[in-house]
């Protein structure tokens, strides 16, 4: 081969060697920019899924609040809850009738918690007394379980005995009641006689009637 085409033949070898390697730049080039495109995609289809994840979570937990609001109104799957100490507005009135030989105080029970309520059987009654609390016996009477519709009351009556003694006796200072199966207790001046006649001790003299043993008002 003379000097002449050695030289056009390197020259040309040159030549394709760079051409070559432009093109293998230019998809290298291509590559890291589609790579990095994907790479975008990837991560804005992960933020939606996230997203979309946050508002089935909210919807849930709202979902799920109201549930519970709705569980806890007056007629919870169609049953009435009972009446609570809180939503009662207790009252007591003397009721005794001249001529008997007990006194008689009524008490009333009415319902102001915006919501019929259920009840049955008989309050607690406790006396506070200059010599320590009473508790009141229940009559024994029967006591049917009833319904006090919203904005309606209930009354029962407490029968305590006279004091004829002539002495001074045994001063009332306060009356506790309970509504019947609740344990919160509502303190109330006593509107009955001041005094009851000391006992011996072998048993309360104050008695308790169910809930409507006492008439309207007494």
């Known amino acids: 081969m003379s000097a ?15 051409a070559m390697l432009m093109t293998a730049c230019q998809d290298a080039d291509s590559g890291d920019a589609q790579g990095s495109s994907s790479a975008t995609s990837s991560g804005s289809s992960a933020t939606g899924s996230n997203q979309g994840g946050g508002k089935n979570s909210s919807a ?5 609040g109201e549930g519970t609001l709705a569980g ?26 001249t001529g008997d030989t007990d006194g008689t105080v009524a008490v009333q029970l009415k319902n102001g918690g915006g919501r019929d309520c259920a009840m049955s059987g008989y309050a607690g009654v406790d006396l506070k007394t200059s010599a320590g609390s009473m508790s009141a016996k229940r009559t024994g009477e029967k006591a049917a379980p009833l319904v ?25 200072t306060g009356l506790v009641v309970t509504p019947p199966d609740e344990t919160k207790s509502v303190t109330l001046d006593w509107p009955g006689a001041g005094t009851l006649p000391v006992t011996d001790g072998t048993g309360s003299s104050l008695k308790v009637g169910p809930l409507g ?6």
């Open 60 to 64: 849930e937990k709202s979902s799920g």
């Open 148 to 172: 006090l519709k919203d904005g309606k009351s209930v009354f029962f009556g407490i029968n305590y005995p006279a004091n004829d003694s002539g002495g001074s006796g045994v001063r009332i």
């Open 213 to 218: 043993s006492a008439g309207q008002g007494g």
């Open 4 to 18: 002449s085409r050695r030289k056009a033949f390197l020259v040309s070898a040159a030549l394709v060697g760079g």
């Open 72 to 97: 806890t109104g007056s007629n919870e799957n169609g049953k009435i809850g009972k009446c609570r100490t809180d939503e009662l507005e207790v009252t007591a009135k003397d009721s005794t009738i």
